[in-house]
């Protein structure tokens, strides 16, 4: 045992200490001992440095995110807000569902199928540490450019690693979206996300109250991977001249998960824990100070009594170890029994590490020495707050002046086509089938929708057909163009996917994935971003439950697009009234809802044809998003519309040829008076969405917008077997279909 502990640290004040390759800035160890009133032992100095790491103490962000407590109000729906692991809201019924999106980019890049893996097993012990019963999960995922050698590394394992954690958990995967773009080429992002549903009164909080209830870690043995994880990895730059960190990325273990959650669904049954958390980033630090710092006294922890998979571990490496599946309870002393019976039932290893105490300090002891006495909340809530100094970029307004309107356009109907086979063909806008069919997306039975759908879609109650609905959605060239507005598309494309799948926007969850804060330039765009949707959120009444920041997502000098990903959760009364994207019979007729304008800035076809990203993204109208969302869940309800599908990333085409492909049926459109072909096809003006009418229900729609003031065109109907533009061309099914599949096998292949 080495003499660092607490009395041998006041005794030594001048001892050096490794602060800086922990990460910390000279100022943070000069704030860590001035808290302290002495220089920190080793196993604090561990503790902070984790803790007061980029990913875990938001010091570079949270003077931005407050905007979502501040500004956007609570609405009726939502139970618990930001603060906690996830947020719960409302759904009706007697019962809560909690929701979160969270960022593994670092560690995907680093070892992909263990990174990504993990990110999905840490989501869902977020969403179980709520008191919930995980129920899907999503995916947004951002690679670099489709054909580069390192994105055929780093997507299959990635993939994979998702795949294979979440099947083995036996939880439907059943949304998200697959990006590529250069910028994310030594940067991909893996975002997940996970769904869980509970009754009102299972609802749990991470928080350690009552002097004398006991702290019992239990789950997985502590093991050497993992250490600084998360924490660090997500803390710092890429270079090419560090190491490659390889054991710092976690080794997770689905079964044992599986476990892990069944066991704690048991234990919550039975009432046993007054307050829980899960280990995810930083460990045993994290969890042991955050239930600390949320309760109402301190706490006693004695470390040696951890089970580990690794003997030589120090008690440095023992706090900042990230190993998987493991879970932290407060239980009262006559529970304790009852709890590790369950434990033992379902194999998983358990063990009382300490106690809540009367006092306010966090205490750790490592063979009865004492080697951590800290003020809980100076570790896990009470860390640096950077107000970074941020700029509008010089090169914004260039930017923005290189209008996509002056590219050129096609001229004839034979151009059109062809620029329609190139968009549905490339990576962006092709098929992700290659991927998502190796997700088990129809798993316990419950998912009535799931990609490529508009939204995911689960029900949670079998009797009354009550279910959920999940879309994430984010545009980086949209983002890059205008951060703000770009924020604002993000969570407006999700709104209008959950609308469009019939369900009723509840509340937002985001992953914000941002490059270094140090370049001001950086902070500009976030600052943007968060202000744009506070806004947004405040216009449309869907307030913040939580999320995660993601920074330093650069290599070298070279920074991400600003991506910020949103997740909006939505509810259905019955899922029966679901609304599908297929086009599923003839004759249905076609309607364009919303204002179609002259609007490429960051679009598709800008992208695709002309490898171009300049001018303005498209003008966002809230409003106008509300009141589209109002029709289309009306519509879905009373049985207007057979099929809906929203207008995106590629327009208007890329969304009829998705339909068709789906549905197995054609489309004959005709291009509305006003419009050019080329706008009318390609123009990504926000706020629109294509619905399939049937016959019957014609009228009773139109008088419907009519009166609601939304503009609704009829463009067509479904028929045959090939997609018509009158006038212009006309392109088979079959060459769509081949078009549209090939392309993700051909590259990974």
């Known amino acids: 045992m080495s003499l660092d502990t607490v009395k041998h640290a006041s005794e030594t004040p001048d001892s050096e200490q490794p602060w800086k390759e922990l990460g910390l800035k000279e100022d943070e ?6 808290i302290l009133g002495r220089r920190p032992t080793g196993a604090e100095l561990a503790m902070y440095s984790v803790m007061w790491s980029e990913h875990c103490s938001y010091k570079s962000s949270k003077v931005h995110l407050k905007q979502f407590g501040e500004k956007v109000p609570a609405n009726d729906a939502m139970l618990v807000g930001i603060g906690e692991n996830a947020g719960v809201v409302d759904v009706g019924q007697g019962y809560a569902v909690t ?10 890049y680093i070892e992909p ?4 893996a993990t990110g999905i097993g840490g989501i869902v012990r977020d969403i179980l540490a709520m008191g919930a019963r995980p129920v899907a999960v999503v995916d947004p995922l951002r690679f670099g450019a489709a054909d580069h050698p390192d994105t055929k590394r780093v997507l299959p394992g990635v993939v994979a690693g998702i795949g294979g954690y979440g099947n083995c958990l036996g939880l439907p995967n059943i949304g998200g979206e697959v990006v590529f773009d250069e910028c994310y080429q030594g940067n991909p992002l893996v975002n997940a996300g996970c769904i869980g549903v509970m009754k009102h009164e299972d609802i749990h909080l991470a928080k350690a109250s009552g002097p004398g209830n006991k702290v019992i870690l239990y789950g997985a043995r502590t093991g050497g991977d993992g250490i600084g994880g998360v ?5 710092e730059t890429f270079d090419d001249t560090k190491p490659t960190k390889r054991p710092a990325v976690q080794v997770g273990d689905p079964f044992q998960e599986k476990l892990l959650i069944e066991c704690t669904l048991e234990i919550f049954k039975e009432k046993l824990v007054a307050g829980i958390q899960d280990l995810g980033g930083a460990g045993l630090s994290c969890a042991t100070s955050e239930l600390a710092s949320a309760g109402s006294g301190g706490m006693r922890v004695e470390l040696d009594r951890v089970h580990l ?8 490496e023992i706090l900042m170890s990230e190993s998987q599946e493991r879970m932290c309870a407060i239980v009262e002393p006559e529970h304790v029994d009852r709890f590790l019976e369950i434990c033992e039932k379902w194999d998983v290893i358990a063990v009382v590490i300490g106690e809540v105490t009367e006092g306010e300090r966090l205490e750790i002891f490592w063979h009865g020495e004492q080697i951590v006495d800290v003020p809980p909340r100076s570790v896990a809530h009470e860390g640096p707050t950077y107000h970074r100094p941020y700029a509008r970029p010089e090169w914004q307004d260039a930017l923005q002046a290189d209008d996509a309107g002056k590219l050129p356009r096609p001229q004839t109907g034979e151009e059109l086509k062809d620029q329609v086979l190139k968009l549905v063909s490339s990576p962006n806008q092709a098929s992700k089938s290659w991927i998502t069919d190796q997700y088990d997306r129809f798993v316990q039975g419950n998912t009535v929708l799931a990609q490529p759908e508009d939204a995911g879609m689960v029900r949670i109650d079998e009797e009354t057909n009550l279910g959920v609905a999940m879309a994430t959605d984010g545009n980086g060239r949209y983002a890059k163009l205008d951060p703000y507005t770009g924020a604002q598309l993000a969570l407006a494309e999700a709104y209008r996917n959950v609308a469009a799948s019939g369900a009723k926007p509840l509340a937002i969850s985001d992953c914000l994935n941002f490059g270094s804060p140090e370049d001001p330039a950086v902070m500009w765009q976030f600052a943007e971003a968060t202000r744009g949707l506070a806004d947004g959120c405040l216009q449309l009444g869907t307030p913040v439950t939580g999320g995660n920041v993601s920074l330093y997502n650069q290599t070298g000098e070279v920074a991400i ?3 910020p990903v949103v997740a909006v959760l939505g509810v259905i009364d019955d899922v029966n009234r679901r609304t599908p994207i297929a086009f599923a019979e003839e004759g249905q007729l076609l309607y364009l809802l919303g204002d179609t304008r002259e609007e490429f800035g960051g679009s598709a076809w800008s992208e695709v044809i002309h490898k171009h990203l ?18 289309l869940i009306s519509a879905s309800r009373d049985g207007m519309i057979d099929a809906a599908h929203d207008l995106s990333d590629g327009g208007l085409v890329q969304a009829v040829v998705e339909s068709c492909l789906r549905g197995g049926n054609g489309a004959r459109l005709v291009v509305p008076e006003g419009l050019d072909a080329f706008t009318f096809l390609f123009s990504e003006s926000a706020g629109r969405a294509v619905v399939a009418v049937p016959r019957s229900e014609e009228l009773r729609f139109t008088d419907m917008c009519g009166a609601r003031g939304l503009p609704a065109a009829r463009i067509g109907v479904v028929d045959g077997d090939a997609v018509v533009v009158q006038g212009e061309f ?7 279909r081949t078009a549209h599949e090939a392309t993700i096998p051909g590259l990974l292949a």
């Open 614 to 631: 300049g001018g303005l993204p498209p003008a966002v109208d809230l409003d106008r998003e509300k009141l589209l969302g109002e029709i």
């Open 99 to 108: 929701f979160k999106v969270e960022s593994h980019n670092h560690p995907s």
């Open 231 to 235: 924490s660090v990895l997500a803390s």
């Open 309 to 316: 998979r690794d003997a030589t571990l120090s008690p440095e």
């Open 29 to 34: 160890y000069a704030r860590i001992r001035e």
């Open 561 to 563: 697009h600003p991506t």
């Open 113 to 116: 199928y263990q990174g990504a």
């Open 730 to 736: 006309a392109l088979s099914l079959t060459e769509l």
